[in-house]
C-alpha cells in the first residue's frame, strides 16, 4: 500500500511559540499556513493565518501566492500534520519550519487566538 504524501511522520525545523509571536510582529512577517481542518481553523489561530487542509495543500499552494522571499511557518494542532506541509513547501523552494507544539503549545503559551 503506497501512503499519501502527507502521511504524518519524521522531523522538521521548528520554531518555538513565543519565538513566532515575536517574529509576527516584525517585517517581513513570516507567512502563517494553518493546515487544520476548516472547522479546527473557525475555533482558533492565529491572527493572519491562512488555512488550507493539508490534504488539499498540494492542489491550493499555488492559489495561495506565497512571497518565496519571506519564510512559512506551517501550523496544526500537535505539529503532527504539519510536517508533511513544512516538506512539501521546502521541496517547492521554500524557507519553511512547523511551530513546535502546534496550537497546543500556543495555547499552553496563553498566546493570542481569532476566531475571525
Known sequence: MKLPWWFPFGRVPEI???????????????HLLDVRSAAEFAAGHIRGAV?????????????????????????CLSAHRSPPAVRLLRERGFDAVQLAGGMLAWRAARLPESRR
Open 16 to 30: 518555538a511559540a513565543h519565538e513566532l509571536n515575536d517574529r509576527i510582529s516584525k517585517k517581513p512577517a513570516p
Open 51 to 75: 488555512n488550507v487542509p493539508v490534504t488539499a495543500l498540494v492542489s491550493g499552494l499555488e492559489a495561495l501566492a506565497l512571497d518565496r522571499t519571506r519564510p512559512v511557518v506551517a501550523i
